[in-house]
C-alpha cells in the first residue's frame, strides 16, 4: 500500500463525518478532534518501519476486532446517508461492503483502490469547492458569519420546515423556547416536562398531521423512522443558542476530554497508519486538506444548515453541502452535489476497507479471505442496525487498536518474544483485557477512576506497554 | 542523528496535539481571542498545528 493510500485511508467516511459534524454543531471537543485527525497520521509516518504482523491466534483476534469495530463505524456513516436520503439502510450496507470485498479480494485490483481514494477525494473536493463559490465566501468568512448570527434558527428553505425530516436514531432534543412541532407519519413522541421539581413524563401516539406544543425547558424524544416539521423561525432545540456561543464552545471544552480525545486518536493512528522510509510529502499535503478541508466544511454546514444533526446522525451536516446547489442564483442540481458526496465517502471507505484488510491478510496466513469476508459481512449487519451511532464502534475501534496494536510496538515488541509469545500477541492480549476490563467495570471504580470507563485506552495502553517494555526478550533474529 | 530527529519530531508532534487541550485550562481564556474574526484555537487548528507539524517532518527528514 503507497503512502498516499494508507494516509488517505485513515480517515474514512467515520472519521471525516464525525469530524465535520462536530465543527458544524459547535461541539467543545471539535477543535481538538479536528487537529488530531489531521496531525496523528504524521506521528504514524515517523515511527520506524514496523515489522509484519506476527502470525499468531491473538494477533489475528486482535485484527479481526479492530477491523469489526471501525468498519461497523464506517459502514453506520454510509447506512445514516442511505436512511437521510430516502432509501433503506440494508441497501447501503450490502452495496457497500460488495464494494469492499470486490475491491479488496480481486486480483491485481491495486490500480482501482488507489483509483477509489483519489476520486472519493476529488469528489468531496469539488462539493467544497461548489459550496464555497455558491455563497461567495471563502471558508474564514464563512466562519466569521456563522459566528455572527444573533441566533441559531431553522430558515425557511429548510427541509425540516417544509416537508419535515426524520429521525436516524433514537433522539432526544431539548428545547429552550416553545414550539409547535407537527407528525409528518405516524409515531410515538416521549415529552418529558419539567414544571416545578419533578419531571413529568408523557408519551404522545400522533397520527400524520397531528402538532404538539412543547416548552421551554421540556425534551422531546422521537424514535427512529418517525418524521417532524418544525416552525420556522424557531430556534433550533439542542444547538448552541447563537453563533457567538457556537464559536465560544470549543475553549470551554473539558481538558480531560479532551486529551483522552487526544490520546486515542493519536495512538489509534499510530496502530493503522504504517510509517515510511521515504519522503512524506504526499502525507504532509494530506494532514494540511484533512485539516483545512474538515474546519471548512464544518463552516460551510452549520452556515448552510444550522439544523445538521438534529436527525441523530452527523452524516447528515456532510450531506448539508448539497443545499448549497439550491441557493438562489446559483440553482443548479442539489442531486449532483448529493451524488458526489455519496461518491466521496464510498471511495473513502474502500480505501479505509483495503487498509484495514491488511493486518488481517498478515496475521491469517492463507485463509485470511475467508476471515476478512467474514468480518465484512458481520460489520454490514451490525451497521443496518440504526441504535448504535457510528461515534460508539468507531471511538471503541481507534481504542482498541491504541490498546493492543500501537502500545506494544511503541514498547519495542516487533521482533521480540515474551516466553514462548510474539511479544506484539502478549501485550496486545493484555491491553484487550485491560480494555474490556474498564469498559465492563469502569463505572465501579472509585472516584476520579470512574472516569477511565469513558477512555479506558488511557488504562490499557499504559499496561500493555508496561508488558512488553518489561518482560520482553530479542529473538536470536532480531539481534 | 535519524534516530535523535525522530524523537524530536514525535516530542513536538506531540506537544502541538496537546495544545488545545492545554490551552482550554489556561485562564482568562486565551484561545477564544478573535484574530480577524475567528478565535486563535480555530487558527491554530485548521492552519497553524497542521503547517508546524508538517515543517517538523520536513526538518527532520531533510537532516537525515
Given amino acids: 500500500m503507497t503512502l498516499l493510500r494508507a494516509v488517505a485511508a485513515w480517515p474514512g467516511p467515520a472519521l471525516a463525518a464525525t469530524m465535520i459534524g462536530a465543527v458544524a454543531a459547535g461541539a467543545a471537543a471539535a477543535p481538538t478532534l479536528v487537529l488530531a485527525v489531521a496531525v496523528a497520521p504524521l506521528l504514524a509516518v515517523v515511527q520506524p518501519p514496523r515489522a509484519p504482523a506476527a502470525r499468531h491466534p491473538i494477533t489475528l483476534a486482535i485484527a479481526v476486532a479492530v477491523a469489526a469495530l471501525l468498519l461497523w463505524a464506517h459502514l453506520a456513516v454510509l447506512a445514516d446517508a442511505a436512511a437521510l436520503l430516502g432509501a433503506r439502510r440494508w441497501h447501503a450496507c450490502v452495496l457497500a461492503a460488495a464494494l469492499a470485498l470486490l475491491a479488496t479480494l480481486m486480483p491485481n485490483a491495486d490500480r482501482w483502490r488507489s483509483m477509489a481514494v483519489a476520486l472519493g477525494a476529488a469528489a468531496l473536493l469539488l462539493v467544497l469547492i461548489a459550496a464555497g463559490a455558491a455563497l461567495e465566501r471563502a471558508p474564514w468568512a464563512a466562519w466569521r458569519d456563522a459566528a455572527a448570527r444573533p441566533a441559531l434558527v431553522f430558515s425557511g428553505g429548510s427541509p425540516w420546515v417544509n416537508a419535515g425530516e426524520g429521525f436516524v436514531r433514537s433522539t432526544t432534543l431539548a428545547f429552550h423556547e416553545g414550539h409547535r412541532v407537527v407528525a409528518v407519519t405516524p409515531g410515538t413522541f416521549r415529552i418529558v416536562e419539567t414544571d416545578g421539581e419533578r419531571p413529568v413524563v408523557r408519551d404522545w401516539r400522533l397520527a400524520a ?53 487526544v490520546v486515542t486518536v493519536a495512538l489509534g493512528a499510530c496502530a493503522l497508519v504504517p510509517s515510511v522510509a521515504r519522503p512524506v510529502s504526499v502525507g504532509s499535503a494530506i494532514t494540511l486538506a484533512i485539516a483545512a478541508g474538515g474546519a471548512s466544511w464544518g463552516a460551510y454546514a452549520t452556515l448552510l444548515a444550522p439544523e445538521a444533526g438534529l436527525a441523530g446522525s452527523p452524516v447528515e451536516a456532510v450531506l448539508s453541502l448539497s ?122 471504580l472509585p472516584g476520579p477512576l470512574a472516569a477511565l470507563r469513558e477512555a479506558p485506552v488511557l488504562a490499557a495502553a499504559p499496561a500493555a506497554w508496561l508488558i512488553v517494555k518489561v518482560l520482553r526478550r530479542e529473538t536470536a533474529a532480531a539481534r | 542523528m535519524a534516530e535523535r530527529g525522530r524523537r524530536i519530531a514525535v516530542v513536538v508532534l506531540v506537544v502541538l496535539l496537546a495544545v488545545p487541550p492545554l490551552a482550554t485550562a489556561l485562564p482568562g481564556s486565551p484561545a477564544s481571542v478573535r484574530v480577524a474574526g475567528i478565535t486563535l484555537l480555530w487558527w491554530y487548528v485548521a492552519c497553524a498545528g497542521p503547517l508546524a507539524a508538517v515543517i517538523v517532518i520536513a526538518l527532520v527528514r531533510a537532516v537525515r
Wanted: net charge positive; hydrophobic share 55%; glycine share 12%.
Fill in chain 1, 323 to 444: 443545499r448549497a446547489a439550491a441557493l438562489p442564483r446559483h440553482a443548479s442540481w442539489p442531486a449532483a452535489l448529493t451524488g458526489l458526496v455519496v461518491i466521496g465517502l464510498l471511495g473513502l471507505f474502500v480505501a479505509a476497507a483495503d487498509a484495514l484488510r491488511q493486518p488481517i491478510a498478515e496475521a491469517g496466513g492463507t485463509r485470511w479471505p475467508g476471515v476478512w469476508s467474514a468480518v465484512v459481512v458481520g460489520a454490514a449487519a451490525a451497521a443496518a442496525v440504526p441504535s448504535v451511532a457510528p461515534w460508539t464502534p468507531l471511538a471503541a475501534g481507534l481504542a482498541l487498536a491504541g490498546a493492543t496494536v500501537a502500545a506494544p510496538r511503541l514498547a519495542g515488541a516487533d521482533g521480540a518474544r515474551i516466553a514462548s509469545w510474539p511479544a506484539s500477541a502478549a501485550g496486545g492480549l493484555i491491553g484487550a483485557a485491560v480494555f474490556v476490563g474498564m469498559t465492563a467495570f469502569g463505572a465501579r
Fill in chain 1, 209 to 261: 398531521g397531528d402538532a404538539l406544543s412543547v416548552r421551554p425547558g421540556d425534551t422531546l424524544t422521537a424514535e427512529p423512522g418517525s418524521r417532524l416539521r418544525f416552525e420556522p423561525g424557531k430556534r433550533i432545540p439542542g444547538a448552541p443558542p447563537s453563533g457567538a456561543a457556537w464559536a465560544d464552545a470549543a475553549p470551554r471544552a473539558s481538558s480531560p476530554h479532551a486529551l483522552a480525545l
